[in-house]
């Protein structure tokens, strides 16, 4: 008898890790332009 193939387990991963991420080192003008396009599609963190 071959052996059987198991299906890989799904989790539910929190919400946080769900949303692709940004991370923006030195906000000046263009890296408020940046957060504005941003906006909604990633998580973005800015230093």
Do not use: K, N, W, Y
Not at 23 to 37: A, F, N, T, Y
Request: net charge positive; proline share 13%; aromatic share 4%.
């Amino acid at each position: 008898m071959p052996p059987v193939s198991m299906p890989a387990p799904t989790f539910a991963r929190p919400r946080a890790f769900r949303q692709p991420r940004l991370l923006i080192v030195g906000c000046g003008d263009v890296g408020q332009r940046v957060v504005r396009e941003l906006h909604g599609r990633l998580r973005v963190r800015a230093l």
